[in-house]
């Protein structure tokens, strides 16, 4: 009995045009596949906790977690030594993202039956999903060890390495487990993933077009070889992956599919996406703030300074600390002509970070535009000794 949960998302930074607002905004790389185990077969055990554990089995594969969680219960009060039951029952938390209650379960079959190779599975998936990967990557091992040939042990343990930042080990343990089984997608597409964060991007894009093939309407897949496309630069096959994604209903590919389009100077059409995105997702969290962000810029780009004014102020709000945010709405009065404002939010950058080469230049445009020229002059050459290939401060001044 398997199922398919969501890891943590991870983000990239994309190459783009020069900016007056920081270059960091990033694509959001499509979530790793990462693989948690209910037991394999039916034990020995009482036959009651028997019908309970098979039904709480069926349960699990059809993601209904709270019913198998309640027929994983009545197994383990009718036969308390059931480790299976309790590591199906640690499966079906995790589902739900309870994953301490997860790793109860899990710990309680391994101590039932130390040998039980899926319970160190779950238990390593639900400390990877609370982001303990050292903890995740023990049981992992362990599980390797009791079972070398488990695939599944090394594409989770990969991406515990993924989530560390050990993009080597990474590939190396999806590397092992697309050697013990050749038709497991998932592999290629974490394996792609890992590329893309190595920038090795040609190598991304064969193993997500292997993950695509190995997996009809696989649309992480295209949305990660779209991710691959544009990080290279090249736009027009990442939109049509992007937009194969969207047609099977993956949001994310909205966002990113924005990025290409803002790469291709396509503002207008890189605002819808972004709007898209951030009404599907909803209006909380990293990744929507990451869209305002994006649209912001697509904004100020385009012209329309009252709208990239909004979609700055709305991140001030939610991030007064963020002095990026401050930048690029400094860039928007700027444009307006909203001299004194502007100063005032290029200030704030500065007071946020006082190496801010761009900050100091955005003021300076400020201060040349209200006829300041000896304060203009001034924040030039400051921009110039922190970056002295800035040709943006060098013309301004």
């Known amino acids: ?174 590397t092992k487990t697309i050697g013990l089984d050749p038709g497991y997608a998932e592999a290629y597409y974490n394996r792609g993933t890992a590329y893309n964060w190595k920038e090795q991007y040609d190598l991304a894009v064969e193993d997500f077009t292997k993950a695509i093939g190995l997996k009809h309407g696989y649309a992480e897949a295209y949305d990660g070889r779209g991710a691959a496309y544009n990080l290279k630069g090249e736009y027009d096959p990442a939109i049509a992956d992007f937009t194969k994604a969207i047609g099977l209903g993956y949001a994310q590919a909205y966002f990113n599919r924005g990025r290409a389009y803002e790469g291709k100077g396509e503002y207008d059409l890189a605002i819808y996406d972004f709007t898209n995105f951030i009404e599907l997702v909803g209006d909380v969290g990293a990744e929507t703030s990451i869209a305002y962000d994006s649209r912001g810029e697509a904004y100020l780009r385009g012209g329309q300074y009252d709208l990239a004014i909004a979609d700055f102020t709305k991140l001030i709000e939610r991030a007064p600390g963020d002095e990026g945010d401050y930048l690029g709405r400094g860039a928007a009065y700027n444009g307006k002509g909203r001299y004194d404002l502007a100063i005032a939010d290029f200030t704030k950058v500065i007071e946020l970070d006082p190496k801010y080469a761009e900050a100091y230049s955005g003021r300076g445009d400020a201060y040349n535009g209200k006829g300041d020229y000896d304060l203009a002059i001034a924040d030039f050459t400051k921009a110039i000794e922190l970056t002295p290939n800035s040709g943006d401060a060098r013309y301004g001044r």
């Open 1 to 174: 009995m398997s199922a398919k949960v969501r890891a943590h998302k991870y983000y990239k930074i994309s190459p783009r045009p020069s900016s007056p607002k920081r270059g960091r905004i990033p694509l959001i790389l499509a979530v790793f596949a990462l693989l948690i185990l209910g037991p394999a077969g039916v034990p020995a055990a009482e036959p009651q906790a028997v019908d309970h554990y098979e039904r709480g089995s069926v349960y699990f594969q059809t993601n209904q977690y709270d019913l198998a969680i309640e027929e994983f219960s009545k197994a383990i009060g009718l036969d308390p030594g059931y480790a299976e039951a309790y590591s199906g029952r640690g499966a079906a938390y995790n589902g739900k993202g309870e994953h301490d209650l997860a790793i109860a379960d899990c710990t309680a079959a391994i101590g039932l039956n130390p040998g039980y190779v899926e319970a160190y599975n779950n238990r390593g998936a639900a400390y990877h999903f609370k982001g303990e990967h050292d903890l995740a990557i023990e049981d992992y091992s362990r599980a390797i060890m009791l079972n070398p040939g488990y695939a599944m042990a090394y594409n989770n343990r990969g991406n515990a390495y993924h989530g560390k930042g050990d993009y080597d080990l990474a590939i190396e343990d999806f």
